[in-house]
T-cell receptor, first 108, second 114 residues
Framework: EDQVTQSPEALRLQEGESSSLNCSYT??????LFWYRQDPGKGPEFLFTLYSAGEEKEKERLKATLTKKESFLHITAPKPEDSATYLC?????????FGSGTKLNVKP | NAGVTQTPKFQVLKTGQSMTLQCAQD?????MYWYRQDPGMGLRLIYY???????DKGEVPNGYNVSRLNKREFSLRLESAAPSQTSVYFC?????????????FGSGTQLSVL
């Protein structure tokens, strides 16, 4: 059964305190692992796509990495504006399977 | 650019009432999707349309019907609403449904069924 699990459910950081979010997955035929950011009251917004183990992508303070069983979203020196829920999803053919997300709160 | 537009933004129904959620995209995308988001359960796919004229069931299709009216519009209908359908509904689209295509989401419809 295709499944995506994210941890932790919630994470509170001080501004500048780096950390990582985890996404572990089981999927019969991975056709991409996706990271999205979701702000309250809005739809998810695309951040990254990763396709193969060892791949890394960066955007500002965010870096996503991928292994055969999990992905990490590393946040370096976060700012309060990075506060949001971060969603991980895997694609199997025409279907995307989403995790329940990690709610990140960055305090100034 | 409007992107993906959903209406209404909020709706309250009584058990047994029916309603249609509307979705339109202006990006000339081929594929469109309906998801529901519940606390602690992530986004779950209800139905999707890989291209105009086709629709397929997702993970949780029971109690819903869809219509791909044309390339731009994809509607979701609740024929007889139940409290278990209280949720936030998101419409999404992607260019062609190929492996590397990301989803673009609307801003959601918050539905309460009393």
């Amino acid at each position: 059964e295709d499944q995506v699990t994210q941890s932790p459910e919630a994470l509170r950081l001080q501004e500048g305190e780096s950390s990582s979010l985890n996404c572990s997955y089981t999927v019969s035929g991975l056709r991409g692992l996706f990271w999205y950011r979701q702000d309250p009251g809005k739809g998810p917004e695309f951040l990254f796509t990763l396709y193969s183990a060892g791949e890394e992508k960066e955007k500002e303070r965010l870096k996503a990495t991928l292994t055969k069983k999990e992905s990490f979203l590393h946040i370096t020196a976060p700012k309060p504006e990075d506060s949001a829920t971060y969603l991980c999803a895997v694609r199997n053919f025409n279907k995307f399977y989403f995790g329940s997300g990690t709610k990140l709160n960055v305090k100034p | 650019n409007a992107g993906v537009t959903q209406t209404p933004k909020f709706q309250v129904l009584k058990t047994g009432q029916s309603m249609t959620l509307q979705c339109a995209q202006d990006m000339n995308h081929n594929s469109m999707y309906w998801y529901r988001q519940d606390p602690g359960m992530g986004l779950r796919l209800i139905y999707y349309s890989a291209s105009e004229g086709t629709t397929d069931k997702g993970e949780v299709p029971n109690g819903y019907n869809v219509s791909r009216l044309n390339k731009r519009e994809f509607s979701l209908r609740l024929e007889s609403a139940a409290p278990s359908q209280t949720s936030v509904y998101f419409c999404a689209s992607s260019e062609s449904g190929l492996t590397n295509e990301k989803l673009f989401f609307g801003s959601g419809t918050q539905l309460s069924v009393l």
